[in-house]
């Protein structure tokens, strides 16, 4: 026996002792609380789906704009409230126009009016959705403003404020939305009803279903967001809210109600973050209707076709698959990098503890569900050595106990993926009936295998980024840094030299930061590629 497998069996020994074996078991555990989360979700989203379909069997064809087709009658729409939504944009990308789109004809049947607000003049986003709205401007009543650039919290919420400043004096609701946000005709609609129904809802969000471009990186940003899906799938009362989505009071913007407008400008860095927080504060109701689940497409430019010209570099299909690895990493990295930084920022002494205690959990809890499988391959590659004869004496005695904790595991696994895959079906389902018109969507196009690396390269990742916003306490979001200083942005640093060694586009979305009237920015793969990488290497100076 080699040295190797020497040390191959006394690990696989050593992780068969009590403390391993928990560790095992708990990964298994995770895996089917996850999988009864999913279940759950899915029988919310389910029950809406039943709920539209007895509405059809009765008459109702409409019953994607509403359950109550005495609602859509011309009278009761003239008494609908007015709805101001505002849209903070930053850079232009493939799907932006289809979205712009999607939110602009909504068949919400009151005044309306459309707010896309823009840091500047040249901005991608400026030209393009001025080209959209010229296309509709007999329509829709929707125009563009420039708020210039934030100087005391991010830029995202200067957007947002500017366009509440500049909404008209008689709207009743602001619906702010991100601008790769893809609504449904009946969404405004849903949301403005629910409303009107309780008026002691603070905000009403949704979440997105994210329909992955075919790339690892992309996978990443599925699996990330489906556990927190199910906070979002209740059908009412959540505690969780997602800045992609929220319907507010105007007034409550106007008379700066529970310090709204003064706790976002005061260093506000995340919007969702920041609301809850006040919302937590002041014991304000949140809610998530079940219709409120839109279709985000993420960004195809990290397909795997875009690596065809590693293969005029005659490198091995392994390097190949590394590289494609490695990119897709880096770009996960950056947009994971935002994701963890919000826990960073706070209001109150409260809601720090709140994030403490999220980021102690979920940071145990990600290296918790991906230990098992580490333990798992030593068990599977210490039974194929043993099972393989002729390298072993035969006094060596093998047990079968870590074999047996492998099987549990596959089990739980499937059972997650399983509970996974349904409840993306539903939600698939659902946002086809939601909008009837527009191509369906398909669960076809969902890789399993790479779901199931990306459930692993996340969990992987999550707590090391975590780690790395606490101690760096700056982040890089679209080319501009921010600083935090106590739980708010202290700082914030535009330059010619961060704009030009910055990201081209973001991570997200794949939207064109910095070229000119809206057009894609060209540039090789290979200058991509090693601005990727020495983002990895040197993440304080080129986070995105």
Known sequence: MSSFDLLLFSLSR??????????????????????????CAAYVRNREIKQMKDCMKNGNSFSFLSHDINELEHSYQLNLPR????????????????????????????????????????????????????????HVD??????????????????????????????????FLDDDVRLHPG???????????????????????????????????????????????????????????????????????YGVVSGLKDGGYSDDMTLAAISGAHKRLITSPPVAV???????????????????????????????FLFNVCRYWNYLRKQTFVLESYTTNVNWIMNRALFTTHCYLSWGFVAPYVMA????????????????PEEITYSSGGLLLVTILAICTLVELLSMWNLTRIEVQLCNMLSPEAPQLSLA??????????????????????????????????????????????KIERTQRSKDMGPVFTDL????????????????????????????HQPKKFDN
């Open 294 to 324: 839109f279709p985000h497409p993420l960004a195809s430019d990290l397909n795997f076709g875009r690596f065809v010209i590693i293969s005029h570099l005659k490198l091995c299909f392994f390097a190949y698959l590394m590289i494609y």
């Open 83 to 138: 709805v101001t939504v505002i849209m903070p944009l930053k850079g232009f990308g493939e799907h932006n126009l289809h979205n712009w789109r999607s939110q602009i004809t909504s068949l919400y049947g009151g005044p309306i009016e459309f707010l896309f607000v823009v840091e500047s003049i040249e901005d991608p986003a400026y030209h393009a959705v001025s080209r959209l709205i010229a296309e509709f401007e007999d």
């Open 142 to 175: 929707a125009k563009v403003v420039v708020a210039d650039l934030s100087t005391t919290c991010s830029q995202k919420i200067h957007n947002q404020l500017v366009g509440v400043e500049t909404m008209h004096k008689d709207s009743k609701y602001v619906l």
């Open 445 to 490: 196009s969902y890789n399993w295998c790479l779901v199931f690396i990306a459930m692993l390269v996340d969990n992987f990742l999550y707590p090391v980024s975590a780690f790395r916003s606490h101690f760096s306490q700056s982040i890089n979001w679209s080319g501009i840094r921010y600083y935090l200083k106590d739980g708010k942005i202290s």
């Open 14 to 39: 050593v992780l068969c002792s009590p403390i391993a074996v928990f560790f095992q078991i708990q990964g298994c555990m995770i895996c089917l609380t996850l999988a009864l989360g999913w279940a």
């Open 377 to 392: 391959m030593i068990h599977v590659a210490a039974a194929l050595r043993f099972y393989n004869k002729e390298f072993f």
């Open 187 to 257: 969404s405004i609609g849903a949301l403005t009803r629910e409303m009107e129904k309780n008026p002691e809802i603070f905000i009403q969000t949704g979440y997105p279903l994210d329909l992955p471009s075919g790339s690892l990186g992309s996978y990443c940003i599925y699996e990330y967001h489906m556990p927190c899906s199910m906070g979002f799938a209740t059908g009412g009362k959540t505690f969780f809210l997602w800045g992609g989505c929220m319907m507010m009071h105007a007034d409550d913007f106007r008379q700066d109600r």
């Open 509 to 536: 979305g794949g939207k064109h930061l910095y070229g000119k009237k809206g057009m894609p920015t060209r540039g090789s793969f290979l200058s991509s590629l090693s601005r990727s990488l020495a983002q990895w």
